[in-house]
């Protein structure tokens, strides 16, 4: 049984480069007279056909005059929108929506898997519902152009060659000073998005307290906490517009909804090093304001808008061609930010590190094993990324012992706890990639640590790695975020500040309405379950694989965070 091991470790980095303002949860300005409010373009996908349909919905909800300058598509918010193919479709008409928050550095897609899972689960009950996978509205800043060419190389050329797609040339990733509107987008901002989308899809409020569950992933259970709490009128003694009443219930997705780091991180305490008076606001604020610190969470490798790019590029590769043989890491270009990544992902040791040989082009890699090299439990040293979908085929397999060596002390949360593995002959057999539902086959080799440890077994994978390149390769909206905002996980840090304490008016919200947790069996919360909230736990997943997990799993039952949801979705409130 696996331990716990996903501890987003971005947010403690966070909370010493970053602060936010507070405010009246301002209510938003109209659209321009004569602009569209809202567009809906349904998305074309390479699923399996499961009688769901998604589209992309786009709706005009202009940002305060006080944000200052900023690119017109900020002022839209985002959503991808689930249903059954039979069901109504007006979303009002429907028999319950649900309405998941992304978490830290994640985007509308990631939510693919599940969302279709759950709807298609519903259906199967009688019931139609929706899902809406909402992208924050940061994510605005990103451009899909190359991605959405279908096309690994043209992807690559456009955002590294200067190739034009449609007419359209890489105008490169945004810079800190072209983020200064990003200096005041925070919890504030963020659940009054929510409320403002709700208002305007669903303007019966009646209908949103009936039909509505509010929840999210990882960090978007605290957001979902948040917006339980609030006020959105100004006025505590009217209700009819507080967050718990535009909600039936809640959902939490390996996280808890609360207004809270602790329960994510375990180690961060609800009080930070700042004074709580208003003064470590007030730094924080000034120094989102004045770009001394990022406006946007990223580091210099690894996490950061280009890094996040290459990912989805990546699964685009495992869509078009995933047994094909990669050119991927050769025909990228050459830069510190890419090789010092692929450095720290693909190295086994601190020797290959600090040399980079052999680097990750010297290994012969189908696509399919590159998107598990930068997923998998077995593979990235990242626990906040990892996912469970398979392991590497076709070849000699070794220890991977950087960052961190398997079976010793430094394993933790950050790096993940599961055993980590990698090919072992550059320039050697082509590298194939065993699927989730192919491990423990009579033809599996069976690999196993130097100690003797198996790096896996069937009872730990439940992601489907095509599934997983199609959520990453296919959607308009990312599985990733380019431009996560600092002030949202500042703020979150600073919630004993009077500026964010202001933000909780109706805190008997939280327990308003019904909650249901799932939590990841190896996840945030592993071993240290509160048992007051009786979760439903998924056993062998990890953070993200109570997303992506595969409708049927390894022991022929259907996937239980989806299971769980259209069961949720489906009790009379």
């Keep these: 049984m696996k331990t716990s091991r996903s501890r987003e470790r971005t947010w403690r980095g966070a909370a010493l480069a970053v602060l936010l303002t507070a405010g009246a949860l301002t209510a938003a300005a109209p659209p321009a007279q004569g602009e569209s409010a809202r567009t809906e373009t349904p998305v074309a996908s390479t699923h399996p056909a499961d009688g769901v349909v998604e589209s992309v919905v786009r709706v005009k909800v202009p940002l305060p005059q006080s944000f200052g300058a900023r690119p017109g598509a ?17 979303s009002a008409d429907a028999d319950r929506i649900l309405v998941a928050q992304p978490g830290i550095l994640e985007g509308a897609g990631a939510f693919d898997s599940v969302a279709r899972n759950t709807v298609a689960q519903a259906a199967a009950r009688g019931r139609h519902i929706e899902f809406w996978a909402l992208d924050r509205r940061s994510n605005c800043l990103e451009d899909p152009t190359g991605i959405a060419s279908g096309d690994q190389h043209t992807a690559v050329d456009y955002y590294y060659r200067g190739r034009a797609v449609g007419g359209r040339t890489f105008a490169g990733f945004v810079g800190n000073d072209r983020l200064g509107w990003m200096a005041k987008l925070g919890i504030q901002q963020t659940v009054r998005d929510q409320y403002d989308l709700l208002a305007a899809e669903l303007p019966d409020q009646g209908v949103r307290k009936n039909k509505v569950l509010c929840g999210g992933h990882s960090l978007g259970g ?22 718990q009443n535009q909600c039936a219930g809640y959902f939490a997705l390996d996280t808890t909804v609360s207004t809270s780091l602790a329960d994510l991180s375990g180690s961060i305490p609800d009080d930070t090093n700042l004074p709580d008076i208003g003064l470590g606001y007030g730094v924080v604020q000034a120094g989102l304001d004045s770009g001394v610190l990022p406006r946007s969470l990223s580091a210099p490798v690894l996490l950061n808008p280009e890094t996040m790019t290459l ?35 693909f190295s086994k040791d601190t020797a290959t590190f600090l040399t980079g040989s052999p680097a990750v082009k010297d290994f012969r890699l189908t696509n399919d094993a590159v998107l598990g090299a930068l997923m998998d439990d077995n593979s990235v040293p990242l626990a906040f990324l990892q996912s469970s979908v398979g392991f590497f085929d076709g070849g000699p397999i070794v220890d991977k012992n950087f960052p961190a060596a398997n079976g010793s002390s430094q394993q933790s949360q950050v790096f993940g706890v599961e055993y980590k593995a990698i090919p072992a002959q550059p320039h050697g057999p082509l590298y194939t990639w065993r699927d989730y539902d192919r491990v423990g086959d009579a033809d599996d080799p069976g690999y196993r640590s130097a100690d003797g440890t198996p790096f896996t077994d069937a009872g730990k994978e439940v992601t489907d790695i095509h599934e997983l390149a199609r959520s990453m390769g296919e959607q308009p909206l990312d599985f990733t975020e380019q431009y996560f905002p600092t002030k949202l996980v500042t703020d979150i840090e600073l ?79």
């Design 74 to 90: 900020c002022d839209r918010l985002s959503y991808l929108r689930y249903r059954a193919a039979d069901g109504p479709p007006a």
């Design 222 to 243: 605290v957001i979902t906490g948040y917006f339980a709490a609030a006020d959105f009128d100004g006025n505590p003694a009217t209700t009819a517009d507080a967050g």
């Design 311 to 345: 990912l989805a590029i990546t699964g685009l590769g495992a869509v078009q061609d995933p047994d094909g043989e990669a050119d991927l890491p050769s025909y990228l270009p050459s830069n510190v930010n890419i090789e010092a990544t692929n450095r720290f992902l």
């Design 495 to 573: 919630a004993s500040s009077p500026q964010v304490k202001q933000l909780v008016v109706h805190p008997q919200g939280l327990t308003a309405n019904p909650t249901l947790t799932v939590l990841a069996g190896d996840g945030l919360l592993a071993g240290r379950i509160p048992a007051d909230l009786h979760p439903v736990i998924a056993p062998g997943y990890q953070h993200l694989d109570v997303l992506t997990a595969a409708p049927v799993q390894n022991d022929g039952r259907p996937e239980v965070v989806s299971t769980t949801l259209a069961a949720f979705a489906e009790t009379p409130r």
